[in-house]
């Protein structure tokens, strides 16, 4: 049964700095990882979608990387602001199938 | 990118109605579509599975008797609490594939439906 991890699971930064958010899935298997936002009481926002075949996707001032191999992602912000300040959950798919969430990572990112 | 749009969006209900919640996939046909639950500051987690013109398929442990889903369109998808007690209350989101056929790739969410029983 495939678990994913999220380290750390809360982060408090001064705005501006530079940020990594770690994810660890234990089935390589897998078809695709995805990281999403989540807001206080809100809904899911995709932030970057990786394909298995993929090692990074860029996004504005987000890059997310995969090594399938050795089961890890990261999701790196750059020049953190407050508005970034939400639950980053990261998500593994296999082939049709439902996502696998981790438990998020809480950031909070000070003015 | 694809939209996936949710009904209603709050609800608030007494203790042992029925709650139907709407899944609805608006530019793109899914043939399966996925339904989460989230409880308080605790990741998503599959409820069950709905197939298109199929039964759904639930995980262990949710009672398929008491979340009925019924995925009667491509872009339609319904779950429905029934006889709902305090301990359904959660926030409760689908989702669905945009691709067609046999494969999909991106899931993309709807904005998740707060149930509340008194």
């Known amino acids: 049964k495939q678990e994913v991890t999220q380290i750390p699971a809360a982060l408090s930064v001064p705005e501006g700095e530079n940020l990594v958010l770690n994810c660890s899935f234990t089935?390589?298997?897998?078809?695709?990882l995805q990281w999403f936002r989540q807001d206080p009481g809100k809904g899911l926002t995709s932030l970057l979608l990786?394909?298995?075949?993929?090692r990074e996707q860029t996004s504005g001032r987000l890059n997310a990387s995969l090594d399938k191999s050795s089961g890890r992602s990261t999701l790196y912000i750059a020049a953190s602001q407050p508005g970034d300040s939400a639950t980053y959950l990261c998500?593994?798919?296999?082939?049709?199938?439902?996502?696998?969430f981790g438990s998020g990572t809480r950031l909070q990112v000070q003015p | 990118g694809a939209v996936v749009s949710q009904h209603p969006s709050r609800v608030i209900c007494k203790s042992g109605t029925s709650v139907k919640i709407e899944c609805r996939s608006l530019?793109?046909?899914?043939?399966?579509m996925f339904w989460y639950r989230q409880f308080p500051k605790q990741s998503l987690m599959l409820m069950a599975t709905?197939?298109?013109?199929?039964?759904?398929?639930?995980e262990q442990g949710v009672e398929k008797d008491k979340f009925l889903i019924n995925h009667a369109s491509l872009t339609l998808s319904t779950l429905t609490v029934t006889s709902a007690h305090p301990e359904d209350s959660s926030f409760y989101i689908c989702?669905?594939?945009?691709?067609?056929?046999?494969?999909?790739?991106?899931?993309?969410f709807g904005p998740g439906t707060r149930l509340t029983v008194l």
């Open positions: 530019d793109f046909q899914a043939t399966t």
């Open positions: 998500a593994v798919a296999r082939r049709r199938r439902a996502l696998t």
């Open positions: 709905s197939n298109e013109g199929s039964k759904a398929t639930y």
């Open positions: 990786i394909q298995s075949s993929q």
């Open positions: 989702s669905a594939g945009s691709g067609s056929g046999t494969s999909y790739n991106e899931q993309f």
């Open positions: 089935d390589s298997a897998i078809y695709n």
